[in-house]
């Protein structure tokens, strides 16, 4: 029995089931939370997460993944708190997001892995849960030199505990090749790798290059209608299930029950389908109308994620 570590405990692998692979219970900036201590409520936030996570489990949701950066203010009091009122199983992630920081400047690579393996190892903010999965992330500037050294920060943690990696892009750029790269110089099995947000991307030969190279892709932001609707991530999606490829592809929303980046903008009125709701609600069925088949869908859903979570060895 394989198991990946929940912030409620060991999940057996077996019973994943239908897993949600990016998605965020809380993102709110930790130094402004810290300096403002009303800058969200917290008792009301886990009452709202805590509803959109039962509404994902009422259509079959099993496990959500939740890939809350350390930066982006991973706040593991109130994930576990969502995950046990909803009884639903959610996997933390540890890592560092995007981000040209000056305090990032002058440390080595391995002196910040020192730390964040403990998240991997120990527990997380001092708790006993672990931390399942390792996020990192590379947005419009590329692979910058703090961000290349974010990235090795990743493969080694990944190389240390054997939790598998999963990253955020930005496919205008097309910088997941250059992730690939990064991760293959620092002996990382590009298997164990998830490329993060490559649903955003409509250029075939693109995915299909990251795809060749064995990573999974994630076709995991459906209801960011702004970046690409739903009908077009659909037919990328199609497409590449009629290649061949629903072997390698997870699907998710990377949705935030809160997010505090867009003051004043109600998100259900300008994004209505970003939600832990609309893949099953509309994907999986515009799939199945599409023709994809069953054990397609199956493969993207549950057992596409039971392998990633599966294949961590020694962890
Ligand atoms: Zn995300």
């Known amino acids: 029995m394989a198991t990946v570590p929940g912030v409620l405990g060991p999940i057996d692998t ?18 402004m939370r810290k300096a403002f201590p009303d800058w969200i409520d917290p008792e009301a936030h886990v009452e709202k997460a805590t509803a959109e996570v039962l509404a994902a489990k009422q259509r079959g949701v099993g496990t ?20 046990a009122r909803a009884e639903m199983q959610v996997i933390a992630a ?14 080595p690579p391995d002196a910040l892995v020192d730390w ?11 708790s006993d849960v672990r931390a399942g999965i390792i996020k990192c992330a ?11 050294k974010l990235l090795q920060v990743a493969a080694h943690l990944h190389r240390k505990s054997g939790a598998p990696l999963s990253t955020h892009t930005n496919v205008e750029q097309r910088v997941g090749p250059e992730q ?26 693109y995915l299909e290059s990251i795809l060749a190279r064995g990573s999974f892709i994630g076709m995991d932001r459906f209801g960011v209608d702004l970046i690409l609707p739903t ?64 054990a397609d869908v199956t493969k993207m859903t ?7 979570f599966e294949a961590q060895g020694a962890y």
């Open 302 to 308: 549950v057992e596409n994620p039971r392998r990633i």
């Open 138 to 148: 590379t947005d419009h500037l590329g692979v910058t030199e703090t961000n290349e």
């Open 14 to 31: 077996a019973d994943l089931g239908f897993t949600l692979m990016h998605e965020h219970i809380l993102i709110a900036n930790p130094a």
């Open 180 to 205: 690939q790269n990064v991760f293959e110089r620092e002996g990382v099995d590009l298997s164990r790798v998830v490329i993060g947000h490559c649903g955003d991307s409509q250029d075939l030969a």
């Open 231 to 294: 009908k077009q991530r659909v037919e990328t999606l199609v497409e590449l299930c009629r290649r061949g490829y629903a072997g390698q592809m997870v699907l998710s929303h990377d949705a935030c029950c809160h997010i505090d980046w867009f003051p004043g903008i109600d998100l259900t009125a300008v994004a209505p389908h970003w939600n832990f709701r609309h893949v099953c609600d509309d994907v999986v069925p515009a799939l199945r109308e599409a023709g994809v088949s069953e």
């Open 64 to 83: 959500i993944v939740d890939l809350t950066p350390i930066n982006l203010g991973r706040d593991l009091g109130i994930i576990r708190e969502v995950a």
């Open 94 to 107: 540890t890592g560092l997001y995007w981000a040209e920081e000056p305090w990032l400047l002058a440390w």
């Open 116 to 126: 964040l393996l403990r998240d991997l190892v120990e527990g997380i903010e001092g």
